[in-house]
């Protein structure tokens, strides 16, 4: 009897590891690879108006889900699926291990306990849908929100030759970008003035940097100069912007009222947007 429930206890250890580690195995998914031992999954959405060997290539968009979520949650809550259709681009929702980033600064999760490289299995996944379909590799985006919107700000610090700009959401970057980032893009970050996850002001369980100190570290590391100027006003939103800045950046921070998951906090769509912005920006 202990025998059989030594073995039953070493079964549940075995499956639980099997998926707390993201497997080693893709199995029969295209969706997949495997990057420093470890299965990196994600969704893909491919829009009808992709012909991959009788139209032009088209951008691909990488959208990142927050702590505890995955692919599938981020592929409903953010409007990229929609609008992948109607503005003819590639999205992919990158399943994070333990559902999380190592985006830098601790944080968060397992990920970060465990130092996932994340930067490098999220190139792996670009590079496997770049060999896969018709994709400018000069029209490579990242975004997502709150953990995920720091993994977007981490790429645009240590991939900044693959992204050509980043939108990240309810997040500030969570490590400094003036002292790390080689040649940084373009970056659009929206934060909620009402978060209490992730407060605009600064602050909470992750000690974060606020919204304007965030924006400040960007300009520093785009060369940025001269004073910020307003893009956008409705109501209580706005959007202010550095627009000389190195190699023809921008610096820019939208600030909305409403909570931390912020996509429908106003009636306009800061999908909408976040591509807007991204698509208007090649690789140098």
Request: with cysteine; charged share 15%; net charge negative.
């Amino acid at each position: 009897m202990k025998q059989k429930i030594k073995i039953v206890i070493i079964c549940i250890v075995l499956v639980f590891t099997f998926f707390m580690s993201g497997c080693n195995d893709c199995g029969s998914n295209p969706n997949c690879l495997i990057h420093d031992g470890a299965a990196r999954s994600y969704l893909l959405q491919v829009p009808a108006c992709y012909r991959r060997y009788s139209g032009d290539p088209i951008p691909l968009v990488v959208d990142l889900h927050g702590y505890t979520y995955s692919g599938s949650s981020q592929s409903d809550l953010s409007g990229f699926k929609k609008l992948s259709e109607s503005e003819c681009f590639i999205v992919a929702w990158p399943n994070g291990l333990y559902n999380s980033w190592n985006a830098g600064g601790g944080c968060c999760g397992d990920a970060a306990a465990n130092d996932v490289d994340d930067v490098g299995a999220i190139i792996a996944i670009v590079d496997q849908l770049k060999s896969r379909y018709n994709i400018d590799p000069n029209r490579v985006y990242a975004t997502g929100l709150s953990n995920g919107g720091a993994m977007s700000h981490w790429l645009n610090t240590w991939a900044s030759d693959v992204f050509a700009a980043v939108v990240p959401y309810a997040c500030p970057p969570l490590e400094d970008p003036k002292t790390q980032a080689v040649n940084p893009n373009s970056v659009l970050i929206f934060q909620a003035y009402d978060d209490t996850l992730v407060p605009y002001n600064g602050g909470g369980i992750g000690s974060f940097v606020s919204a304007e100190a965030g924006f400040e570290n960007w300009k520093q590391a785009n060369g940025c100069v001269g004073e910020p100027v307003e893009t956008w006003r409705s109501g209580d939103s706005n959007c202010k912007a550095y627009t000389n800045c190195d190699d023809g950046t921008e610096v820019v921070l939208c600030s909305v009222p409403g909570d931390h998951y912020i996509y429908d906090n106003i009636s306009t769509s800061i999908t909408q947007m976040g591509w807007d912005f991204m698509s208007r920006f090649t690789m140098p």
